[in-house]
């Protein structure tokens, strides 16, 4: 026998499995009738456990693992099934559906915008790119911006997300779970931090830097090779306006070349962010959920069950939906023993028969899942 000899015995096998699989999710779908007759639940923890106990005990040890990685994924396919066939219609997927029928198509233009910080900060720029013609109010802390856009006093706001060196902002994750608001939009700004100080000051003068955490982490290396002390302010603009209204020469801040001009200082030294491609992506949340043509990412946040396998479960659900997974990362959970929170970014398109197909899938998966909103983003 050569090689074509074994490959055509793998596919006659390839075929019976085909008709076998066909069959067997004939059988399921008939079981998602009977559970929804009946008020059963879809999973069935203990059966499945048996089952591949089951299957192991049969197939012995050395071929166990594969045969439970291997039915593991076809209870998910078969639960996944159900799910479609099972489900009814839940809230977030009323919503999203109501959404997709109710947003113009038309993105706005002129609205006004809620942002945390003064004028030159990062936000700004974000919001300039998101709303070239809007309008911007700003705010002291971010929790400002979500109450503004909750109460009605600004349409939208902008906060930043992520970055591509220091990582997710968390304090907005949890404000997202605090609040009632949705993603509408993102954006991507090149950060270049740059050390400005009261014209007459040297770098050798510099001993403390003052800038927003996030660009602090961003630049350590630079600032502790000119040997200054880091303090944390509420935002880079903020803080190149506290070394304008201190008069100081030692003091200078991390911010954006623009606040040199916006507060009388002078760049001592440009780009000093440890990392050269240095970006951090802004959203734009609504107190309505608004989901605009084009709209090809979504995120997620979810609690899993602290049991073996619970996040592989979650993740199987994608894959059987062929749906792509921008981010994927984890938290502990405050006043919780090895409990995490999850945040989720999918690449699908609202428009693609997979997408609400995904809500039915996870309801079984999950402690807990908000859905934040379906977008585009500006590059």
Not at 104 to 132: N, T
Not at 177 to 189: A, F, G, L, Q, W
Not at 269 to 279: L, M
């Amino acid at each position: 026998m050569d090689m074509k000899d074994f490959r055509a015995q793998i596919d006659e096998i390839d075929g019976g499995l085909i008709d076998l699989i066909t069959r067997r999710f004939a059988v399921v779908r008939d079981i998602a009738a009977y559970k929804a007759k009946n008020n059963i639940p879809i999973y069935d923890p203990a059966r499945e456990r048996q089952k591949l106990n089951d299957l192991a005990n049969s197939v012995g040890e050395e071929l166990a693992p594969a045969m439970d990685a291997l039915f593991s994924l076809i209870f998910d396919l078969s639960r996944s099934e159900q799910n479609r066939i099972f489900a009814g219609q839940s809230p977030i997927k009323s919503a999203i559906q109501l959404a997709l029928a109710n947003t113009p198509a038309q993105f706005p233009m002129r609205p006004l915008v809620a942002c945390q910080g003064v004028e030159g900060a990062y936000s700004q720029m974000a919001c300039e790119r998101i709303f070239p013609s809007g309008s911007i109010m700003y705010f002291n802390y971010f929790e400002n911006v979500f109450a503004a856009v909750e109460q009605g006093l600004c349409r939208y706001g902008i906060l930043p997300i992520e970055n591509s060196t220091a990582g997710s902002v968390n304090r907005i994750y949890d404000l997202m779970m605090e609040h009632s608001c949705y993603i509408v939009r993102s954006c991507r700004v090149k950060v270049d931090h740059c050390l400005l100080a009261n014209p007459g000051a040297k770098l050798e003068d510099i001993r403390e830097v003052v800038s927003h955490e996030q660009a602090l982490a961003q630049s350590q290396a630079f600032i502790k090779s000119i040997g200054a002390k880091p303090i944390p302010v509420k935002n880079t603009a903020a803080a190149a306006q506290m070394v304008h209204d201190s008069g100081r020469k030692d003091l200078a801040a991390l911010s954006s070349r623009s606040c040199a001009e916006l507060y009388g200082l002078n760049c001592l030294k440009a780009s000093v962010q440890d990392a050269g491609s240095n970006f951090t992506r802004f959203i734009c949340i609504s107190k309505n959920l608004e989901i605009y043509p084009g709209a090809n990412r979504t995120s997620l946040m979810m609690t899993i069950p602290h049991r073996r396998g619970a996040l592989s479960h979650v993740l199987s659900r994608f894959k059987a939906l062929d749906i792509n997974l921008n981010k994927l990362e984890s938290r502990p959970l405050a006043n919780s023993d090895f409990e995490f929170m999850f945040y989720f970014d999918i690449d699908c398109s609202v428009y693609n028969d997979s997408f609400l197909r995904v809500f039915d899938d996870l309801q079984g998966a999950v402690t807990t899942l908000k859905y934040l909103g379906s977008y585009s983003e500006v590059v």
